[in-house]
């Protein structure tokens, strides 16, 4: 007897207890796709994760249960399956799929590849790998209350990376630093001042004032010996030198620094000036003037100034205990002690310069970039991505549309809704053209070797393991051979005669793609610009740069009398600071970068093809 | 019910994901709810699991059935050695791993036999697998308790849901975005992003003015009044209508038997409904689709179902009105309203 399902293609029917599946990821959706595989008559899966079991993964990850927590997701889903379903042949990997041991022929082995991921590295990567292997590869995420499920084949639909997806959400240096207007500044100003005082520094994360911002300089008051710039250089010296003395660390940055910034008065002719604050001065702010209805989760309240001193003294104590043993430590969400020195520097900071205050809920859910997950999101996503499996196994490609889960809204009766025909291929994308090209703009002078191995290559272009060779002169640039190339590392570009107009050959073996990269000259006009540009087609260099004047003329003009809807989680992470000039220095708010743990992770697009 | 509906610290942070995204208030009515589930078969186990994780206080298992080698097979929650076993007795034992802070009970009587006093202490009920006499028993009973009720099925690739939460009260959090204003003095605030409640009532049609089966003398009228009808809607009907004929639902091993039935009960429900115009969108090639319950499918309906029981007993988010079809060949679900002769 099999539970191959009755009401299905009779073909498939066949084909389920004969195909072999990869299952990558072991998380939200990955739970239920093994779930599902098992009760509809899969006998061959194989499951790769690297993470282990946390306690707020088990109101929907329903293999595991409290005992499991620390445990390797892959090894403890397979067990789950296997007390069901004893007779399946099941494998788990408890590793990252970007290792090298799964490259190209660990991928031909499969039929079919469910992507259950939760970051956009791993989502590229696999796409690469199954364009590689040629197999077709179900792409699936949820947030929320929504989700959705994409089919990818190469040559069939587009790829994975055919669409230039969102970029991280930067801040200008200057706002975190001297104008800070909302919660989120001051969070990410207090992750830096966390990595400053406990963490591996940073240069890009100054939290003293930064007195080359250019709204400021205009006043040109103050000699630059008396600016913070320099005297930050010393920084981590001083704080070992006061032994993390709280009281001395919150006046230096609750009351000198901010007395730094109101000598720079041009910048507060058209906000609220801050007030500096002592900490003797704050410990006495023991009352919460803001009226909550009746919050009952005592971290879910907002608390008097006073309590939030406690919270800065007590995390620093037990924070500069934990850096004893340690070189440096990690900021994490799931780190109680390490969230509250955010919440409590958050909520002084937001007191000096008249911002409101958050929650340390609110301030964990914005700082750790937590995306909400629930059981049934993933239930149903998980359901479409196996109802694809049973068509893709017989090759019905054009009957596995995208299909999005979407809230039920007043507006529309689809839950389900689905595109009508498959995407096709973006004939300039950079993946899955078949010469794939790209236009590299970059200062041949000043890059480094390393800095394009690590940045233009690995970051941006995400190569795991790249060989470069200088075409026409056969110079290699770059070895994925282990000390082959060091040596050309602190080399510029140009001292390796990469110049304007040199083409460059990239290749990843592991990936087996490759990569035609052309060198473009190119001088940063402003020191706030980037570094390098990466253009699939220089056209689009101008319709991006056209976007970017379009969307903040958007930010400011928000008719009121039409709110906007969306989830409570993007709040802050939506609203853009539109008094800020171009001119400042963009820094990445680290929330956005792969240090998310959440398995359920999705691009969700802003709008919804509906289907007629 | 219990008046101290606060949350412990154990419970925020099992439940912290999805507190994140329906608050600490509905968490607590979650907390607060008891449920009654009719059937724990492919749809019924999906729809228990969804419930039990998301942390309701109790949840009692109504079905009266045995575990057979096939129920295993497609019920995550059923072992080996539970074969031959009550089907609710067996499916407790694992399902309770799901959520220790839960109350399961299984009660394997036959649900037909249970009176008004048996349902009254729900806060839902979840029925699956029933005639839709029963059905409009038990609506008739919840209506008078004011006990919110959701029916639904898989029947293969299909499956449906159906709600009447009567008069429902429920609230959205919406955004509003203020734009910058700049005072005399100079001076610009910010533009501040405030969480409205949005509150709006739907008033749910009783299921027998929603559900309208062949010789129930029912008015048609206001079923024949809607306009570009999802044809899934008669699909429902005449499996129901099969069902409640045969006391079963189509078996694969009478497939060539159940076809024919299946579709001398299409032309009476087509015709009866003056629908003749859906026959090219309800071919009989549908009928290859219905048998036994396709375990995905069971996933999509059942976590579209368990959604909704969360939206009944938090009061948040906008509900389903009042049928919900799930398309086997685009995968697509839609909303289909409802509404009596005097909604209309």
């Known amino acids: 007897m099999t539970s191959v399902p009755d009401s299905i293609d009779p073909r498939a029917r066949e084909m389920i207890p004969k195909c072999k599946i990869l299952v990558i990821g072991a998380g939200g959706i990955g739970c239920e796709v093994l779930k599902n595989l098992a009760l509809s008559g899969f006998k061959d899966i194989e499951i790769i994760d690297l993470d282990t079991i946390d306690v707020s993964n088990l109101n929907r990850q329903f293999l595991f249960r409290k005992e499991h927590v620390g445990k390797p997701k892959a090894i403890v889903a397979r067990e789950s399956i296997l007390a069901h379903s004893p007779d399946i042949q099941i494998k788990a990997y408890h590793d990252s799929i970007l290792s090298s041991d799964y490259g190209l022929n660990f991928f031909r082995k499969f039929n079919l590849v469910l992507n259950a991921l939760d970051n956009r590295t791993a989502r590229n990567h696999v796409n690469r790998l199954c364009l590689a292997a040629d197999l077709p590869l179900i792409e699936s995420g949820t947030a929320g209350y929504s989700g959705q499920v994409e089919f990818i084949k190469k040559g069939i639909t587009q790829c994975y990376e055919c669409q230039p997806k969102a970029t991280e959400k930067t801040f200008p240096g200057c706002t975190i630093r001297n104008t800070p207007s909302e919660p989120v500044h001051c969070i990410v100003w207090s992750k830096h001042l966390f990595n400053q005082l406990f963490g591996e520094e940073d240069p890009d994360q100054d939290v003293s004032p930064d007195m080359e911002d250019p709204e400021a300089k205009v006043e040109g008051q103050i000699s630059e010996t008396d600016t913070g710039n320099v005297k930050r250089l010393s920084t981590r010296e001083w704080i070992k030198e006061i032994d993390y003395d709280p009281e001395k660390l919150f006046n230096k940055f609750f009351f000198d620094d901010i007395n730094y910034l109101l000598k720079m008065a041009n910048l507060w002719k058209t906000r609220t000036a801050p007030k500096p604050l002592l900490y003797k001065d704050a410990e006495k702010m023991t009352k919460q003037e803001k009226v909550q209805d009746n919050v009952t989760i005592r971290e879910m309240q907002l608390l008097p100034i006073a309590e939030y001193v406690q919270m800065f003294r007590d995390s620093v104590a037990t924070l500069k205990q934990q850096l004893d043993n340690k070189n440096h430590l990690v900021w994490d969400k799931d780190d109680n002690i390490a969230v509250d020195f955010v919440a409590a520097c958050t909520n002084i900071r937001a007191q000096i310069f008249s911002i409101e205050p958050k929650s340390r809920f609110d301030i964990k859910s914005i700082a750790g970039n937590i995306i909400p997950a629930i059981a049934t999101a993933n239930a149903i996503t998980a359901g479409l991505v196996v109802l694809f499996a049973f068509r893709l196994l017989v090759e019905q490609y054009e009957k596995c549309n995208f299909v999005y889960l979407r809230p039920k809204s007043i507006h529309s009766r689809n839950i389900l809704a689905a595109d009508t025909t498959l995407p096709k291929a973006n004939p300039n994308c950079y993946v899955c053209s078949p010469e794939p090209f790209v236009n590299v703009f970059v200062t041949v002078e000043k890059m480094t070797v390393l800095e394009f191995e690590s940045e233009v290559l690995k970051k941006h272009l995400n190569m795991i393991a790249p060989d470069v060779v200088l075409d026409g002169k056969g110079v290699v640039v770059i070895s994925s051979e282990e000390g082959e190339t060091e040596v050309n590392n602190s080399k510029s570009l140009s001292e390796l005669g990469i110049v304007d107009g040199s083409i460059l050959k990239c290749d990843d073996f592991v990936q087996n793609y490759s990569l035609t990269v052309a060198i473009n000259q190119y001088n940063p006009l402003e020191k706030d610009d980037p570094i390098f540009k990466v253009v699939a087609n220089p056209e689009d260099l101008k319709a991006k740069e056209e976007e970017v004047k379009n969307s903040k003329e958007d930010t400011t003009s928000v008719p009121e009398k039409d709110p906007v809807k969306v989830g409570i989680s993007q709040i802050d992470i939506n609203s853009e600071d539109p008094q800020e000039g171009p001119s400042c220095k963009k820094r990445k708010i680290e929330y956005a970068e792969a240090e998310d743990s959440d398995d359920d992770l999705t691009e969700v697009p802003v709008t919804i093809p509906m289907s007629p | ?344």
């Not at chain 2, 501040?192 to 048609?220: A, C, G, H, R, Y």
């Not at chain 2, 906008?318 to 060949?329: A, E, M, R």
């Open chain 2, 1 to 344: 019910m219990g008046t101290n509906q606060q949350l412990s610290a154990v419970e925020s942070e099992l439940y912290d994901r999805q507190i994140r995204l329906w608050g600490v208030k509905s968490q607590e009515r979650l907390r607060a709810a008891n449920v009654l589930l009719i059937g724990v078969r492919g749809l019924g186990s999906e729809i228990a699991k969804n419930i039990i994780l998301s942390g309701i206080n109790s949840l009692v298992i109504l079905d009266d059935g045995i575990v057979s080698e096939e129920e295993q097979q497609k019920n995550f929650f059923l072992t080996r050695n539970g074969i031959g076993k009550k089907i609710a007795e067996e499916f407790i034992i694992k399902a309770q791993l799901l959520n220790p802070l839960v109350k399961l009970t299984a009660d394997t009587s036959d649900p037909t036999t249970k009176d008004s006093k048996f349902f009254e202490g729900f806060t839902m009920v979840v029925a699956t697998r029933i005639k839709t006499e029963f059905l409009m028993q038990i609506d008739k009973i919840c209506r008078a308790s004011k006990i919110k009720l959701i029916f639904g099925d898989v029947f293969g690739s299909f499956g449906y849901s159906v709600s009447d939460f009567q008069e429902h009260e429920y609230y959205v959090d919406q955004i509003k975005i203020f734009p910058i204003k700049r005072s005399h003095s100079g001076i610009s605030t910010k533009p501040v992003n405030e969480i409205v409640k949005v509150k709006d009532q739907f008033i749910f049609p009783e299921l027998k003015e929603v559900l309208i089966m062949p010789n129930t003398k029912q008015s048609l009228d206001h079923i024949k009044q809607i306009r570009k009808m999802n044809p899934y809607y008669y699909l429902m009907l005449i499996l129901l209508e099969f069902r409640n004929r045969q006391g079963r639902n189509p078996e694969i091993s009478n497939k060539i038997k159940d076809v024919e039935l299946l579709k001398v009960i299409k032309k009476e429900i087509l015709s009866d409904f003056d629908a003749n115009c859906v026959e090219s969108k309800l071919g009989d090639d549908l009928f290859e689709l219905v048998f036994a319950e396709v375990v995905p499918v069971c996933a999509i309906v059942g976590g579209v179902i368990a959604q909704e029981v969360i939206k009944a007993v938090s009061g948040k988010e906008v509900p389903i009105y009042n049928v919900f079809l799930f398309d086997p060949l685009t995968f697509t679900g839609k909303e289909q309203p409802i509404k009596t002769t005097k909604q209309h």
